[in-house]
């Protein structure tokens, strides 16, 4: 069984920056496509940022040129940089690990809190 542990969280004020990480327990992040997600008080997860395993990422709008996500397949451990943050950043963040070819797999980390201040 992988586990993902996540790291980073914290509390921040607006317009500041923090880094969160998340390690694999085993060596999966050369064969997943791996993801940050959010979740804040009374609304559902949501996508912020995921990279393929040929390192194509995709954004969330309303993170778009704040967050940068990255990996590093050789520590087992993706990262995410946000910049800029907003108080509607705040939420607790998810590390998610997906593959949806044989063999399928769906991995979720226990979650970081992230809480900017105005």
């Known amino acids: 069984q992988v586990q993902l542990v996540e790291s980073g969280g914290g509390l921040v004020q607006a317009g500041g920056s923090l880094r969160l990480s998340c390690a694999a327990s085993?060596?999966?992040?050369?064969?997943?496509?791996m993801g940050w997600y959010r979740q804040a008080p009374g609304k559902q997860r949501e996508l912020v940022a995921r990279?393929?395993?040929?390192?194509?990422?995709n954004y969330a709008d309303s993170v778009e040129g704040r967050f940068t996500i990255s990996r590093d397949n050789a520590k087992n451990t993706i990262f995410l940089q946000m910049n800029s943050l907003k108080p509607e950043d705040t939420a607790v963040y998810y590390c998610?690990?997906?593959?949806?070819?044989?063999?399928?797999?769906?991995?979720w980390g226990q979650g970081t809190q992230v809480t900017v201040s105005s």
């Open positions: 998610n690990a997906v593959r949806l070819v044989f063999p399928k797999y769906d991995y």
């Open positions: 085993g060596s999966i992040l050369s064969t997943s496509t």
């Open positions: 990279i393929t395993r040929s390192d194509t990422t």
